[in-house]
């Protein structure tokens, strides 16, 4: 069936970065945008950036410009969300969400299929 | 960018119809379509609504979404106790190239 499936759960100190997968199966990988979204504990999703992977092209939100690298690496379905210069409040379960886009009379943009997310703690 | 309001709590017992509403601006609800997210205890997010109004298949039609202008409601009809979660409307934003979250709702079924 259709799905993403992300690594495990990892500890970081402050100051490092961190590197989470996202492996695709049961559709074809370079047709979806893969958007990144992160949530803190007790807060609402946060959106990151997204990825086109079949041309690699990219767009990041704002406040993770320059910190935020989105990759692929299509030839093994898997999407890549690299956050460096973690901080504390960079502590978060990190989704990636498979991303339905047409236009009809309207523009559709939606996260059909979310992987079940990846807990990223930064501490010292 | 602004971020979507809702109300950080609704209630309501079995059968009831509960509505979450989704304040937004011109720049994301105002034009774009909303979308709306189901949230169990920890799961992810799951689609619940797309393109203001749409269920994606497997959603129950106790379900739906409508826009107008700025603002998106969601309704729940006939709520049951698995409906108890957290909701959030989101929304295409225009400048951040990106999708915003509302602030989320909190349903619980008493």
């Known amino acids: 069936q259709v799905q993403l499936v992300q690594s495990g759960a990892e500890v970081r100190k402050p100051g490092a970065s961190v590197k989470v997968s996202c492996k695709a199966s049961?559709?074809?990988?370079?047709?979806?945008?893969i958007n990144w979204v992160r949530q803190a504990t007790g807060e609402g999703p946060e959106w990151l950036g997204w990825m086109n992977p079949n041309s690699g092209h990219t767009n990041y939100a704002e406040r993770f410009q320059g910190r935020l690298t989105l990759t692929r690496n299509a030839s093994i379905s898997t999407a890549y969300m690299e956050l460096s210069g973690l901080r504390s409040d960079d502590t978060a379960v990190y989704f990636c969400?498979?991303?339905?886009?047409?236009?009809?009379?309207?523009?559709?943009?939606?996260?059909?299929?979310w992987g079940k997310g990846t807990a990223v703690t930064v501490s010292s | 960018q602004s971020v979507p309001t809702q109300p950080p709590s609704a209630s309501g017992t079995p059968g009831q119809r509960v509505s979450i509403s989704c304040s937004g601006s011109?720049?994301?609800?105002?034009?774009?379509?909303v979308n709306w997210y189901q949230q169990l205890p920890g799961t992810a997010p799951k689609l619940l609504i797309y393109g203001n109004n749409q269920r994606p298949s497997g959603v129950p039609d106790r379900f739906s979404g409508s826009k107008s202008g700025t603002s998106a409601s969601l309704a729940i009809t006939g709520l049951q106790s698995e409906d108890e979660a957290d909701y959030y409307c989101a929304s295409w934003t225009v400048g951040l190239n990106g999708q915003v979250f509302g602030t989320g709702t909190k349903v619980t079924v008493l």
């Open positions: 049961g559709y074809s990988f370079t047709a979806y945008d």
């Open positions: 011109s720049s994301n609800i105002g034009s774009n379509t």
């Open positions: 969400a498979r991303t339905v886009e047409k236009v009809t009379t309207v523009y559709y943009h939606y996260f059909d299929i």
